[in-house]
Each structure stands twice: as structure tokens, then as C-alpha cells.
């Protein structure tokens, strides 16, 4: 069955499934494989930094072949765009379907993406940066609660979602934050939203970059073994402006050193070349695994094409179920 919405229509896809773009996670194959079965793959550049090992210019063209001929789009972290504008233009050269910004000021990168042809889609986490997003041109504005796994804010996704879609209309919307099955989509469509932007689930299929290990842990951790912290960006070196913090899974390192961060920036250059092998080795003590609140709902790892059929499918057996009962 095929769950027309606003958001499917004017991206032009069948299902109303967005892939969130993790940065480091969410490569082209995977981008590839959503886009495939009738979502929107969102591969994700994050800090468009080269020295993270993903996101340089050369990493998104690798990544873009790795879609296939599937149309897929980007996503970017809004205020590292701001330092690295040449990574926009990167993207754009190769004709994304859309491109994706969140946490900070679309105004100075919105025309570009609309004249390029890219539907421009922003993240945001309050009704003002919502009203701000959509004064900007945002073709689809994304409501993300606090649910989710890796950046956000403090809004829980079943308020901000309905909220946002008041204040934005008629611009279409999608929800994010916790969804993980179509449950969840269902729940999304029934607040109003043309789509669900789905992040922690898609990490744990097997096209998803990222360690085994950490896909392992994904799978058998729950929604209570996850904080939002400071403290894996502490570890990396990068200063994320207010109020934006990081949901992860817990692990020895964040019991280590959560709330600790001046303490973890004075340990310097050695602790963070650890880190950083920690997340190359991946020894789930230490390397972070960002993820949200749906991880009870994880307990596999599918191949993405048929675990987008399997969310449309939950989602229309949800939504007749919720129909029949109030016959």
C-alpha cells in the first residue's frame, strides 16, 4: 500500500521514509538502498571535515557513486557548513535530490540549494527556529524531539511535531526522534507529519558504515542505556554551540568522564588520538555510538531495502488496527 503524503509527493518518492543522514554512518550505499525501496536516502556529510575521515569533497563523490542510480540527497551540520562552504558546492555539482541542514542558520546557504534544483530540507528543535527555517524557503521542515539519537535539543517529539506543523503550515513536515518501526511512522502520520526521518533503526541494517561492533551493540541495547552528554564531543575536540548535546549509548568511557569535561580537556592530544582509535578499532567501551530512545525496538540487522518495506507495512497494519478500534 502506498501512504501518499505531502512530503512524498513533492519529493517524489512512494514511501514517506526519510533516511536520517548520520554523519559517518549513513553512506551512500545506504543512502542507495532506502531511496531504492521507495524512501528518501540522505547520505551524511556532518562536519564536512576531511580530517574526521568522511565528509571531504572527495568522500562525498565516492559516496554519491555509491548510491547507484537511485536519486539520494545530503545532509549537513548547518554551523560546520558555515567554515567549509566548499563542501555545499561539492554536493550540489552532483545534483542531490535534496539537501538537508540542521543546527544553525540556513539563511546564507538556502538560495543555493533551491537554484541549484535541491529541495532544501531543515532540521530543526523549537517553533522558532522552525518559523526562521520556514521564512528561509525550507520546502520540508524536520521536527526532531529529543528522542533521538546523536545532536539535538530538548523538546520530546510527540508535542514539538504537532506544534511545528501549526506554526509552519502549509509547509510539510517531517518527525523525527525515536522512531523506529511503523508504529512509529504511523504515529508521525497521525500527528500530521508527511514523513517520519528515521536515524538509529537505519544504522543497524547492513549497508550502514560504521563498525560491526558498534551495529552489534545497537542491537541489543535498550532506550534506558543511552544519555544525552557533551562528553564524546569533548573527546573529539568539537565545540558544539547551546543547547545542543549528543544521545548516546553509555559506555565505560561516558561513566568515565560525563560531566567531567574540563577534566577530559586537560587529559589533551593523547586521550583524544585514543579516542579516535577506540572509534577505528571499534572498542564499544570507549568510541561513541550515538543512538535515540527507539533502540528497544532494534534487534536485528536487515538488509535497508527490506526494512523500509517491513516500517510501511507495520505502519498500514497500525494504522488499521487504531481505525478498527474505534469502530
Not at 530543526?124 to 539519537?149: F, M, P, S, W
Not at 545532536?151 to 510527540?158: K, V
Not at 577534566?263 to 579516535?276: I, K, P, T
Amino acid at each position: 500500500m502506498q501512504l501518499s503524503t505531502a512530503v512524498t509527493r513533492l519529493l517524489g518518492i512512494e514511501h514517506p521514509i526519510l533516511l536520517a543522514p548520520m554523519g559517518g554512518v549513513a553512506g551512500g550505499a545506504l543512502a542507495g538502498a532506502v531511496s531504492a525501496a521507495g524512501g528518501l536516502g540522505l547520505i551524511g556529510a556532518g562536519y564536512a571535515d576531511p580530517a574526521l575521515g568522511w565528509g571531504s569533497d572527495a568522500w562525498i563523490r565516492a559516496e554519491f557513486d555509491a548510491a547507484g542510480e537511485s536519486p539520494v540527497g545530503i545532509g549537513f551540520i548547518t554551523w560546520a557548513l558555515d567554515r567549509r562552504p566548499q563542501a555545499l558546492d561539492a554536493a550540489l555539482e552532483l545534483r542531490p535530490r535534496a539537501v538537508m541542514l540542521s543546527f544553525g542558520d540556513v539563511a546564507p546557504h538556502a538560495a543555493k540549494i533551491r537554484d541549484a534544483g535541491a529541495v532544501l530540507i531543515c532540521q530543526v528543535q523549537t517553533l522558532k527556529d522552525a518559523r526562521e527555517a520556514a521564512a528561509n524557503g525550507a520546502e520540508i521542515v524536520v521536527a526532531q524531539g529529543t528522542e533521538a539519537g546523536g545532536h539535538g535539543a530538548d523538546r520530546a517529539t510527540l508535542p514539538l511535531v504537532p506544534a511545528v506543523i501549526d506554526a509552519v503550515a502549509p509547509t510539510p513536515v517531517a518527525a523525527a526522534g525515536g522512531i523506529a518501526d511503523g508504529r512509529g511512522l504511523a504515529a508521525a502520520l497521525t500527528l500530521g507529519a508527511g514523513a517520519a526521518l528515521i536515524g538509529t533503526r537505519f544504522w543497524a541494517t547492513e549497508e550502514a558504515l560504521g563498525h560491526p561492533n558498534q551495529k552489534a551493540l545497537i542491537a541489543r541495547a535498550g532506550g534506558d542505556d543511552t544519555l544525552r552528554t557533551r562528553v564524546f564531543d569533548t573527546a573529539r575536540g568539537i565545540v558544539w554551540p547551546e543547547p545542543y548535546t549528543g544521545r548516546a549509548i553509555r559506555n565505560a568511557f561516558s561513566e568515565t568522564w560525563h560531566g567531567r569535561d574540563a577534566a577530559l580537556r586537560a587529559e589533551g592530544a593523547a586521550l583524544r588520538e585514543r579516542f579516535f582509535a577506540a572509534q577505528r578499532d571499534g572498542d564499544t567501551d570507549v568510541a561513541v555510538t550515538f543512538a535515540g530512545e527507539g533502540l528497544d525496538l532494534i534487534a536485528d540487522r536487515p538488509r535497508a531495502g527490506a526494512l523500509v518495506g517491513r516500517i510501511v507495512d507495520e505502519a498500514v497494519a497500525a494504522l488499521g488496527t487504531a481505525a478498527d478500534s474505534l469502530r
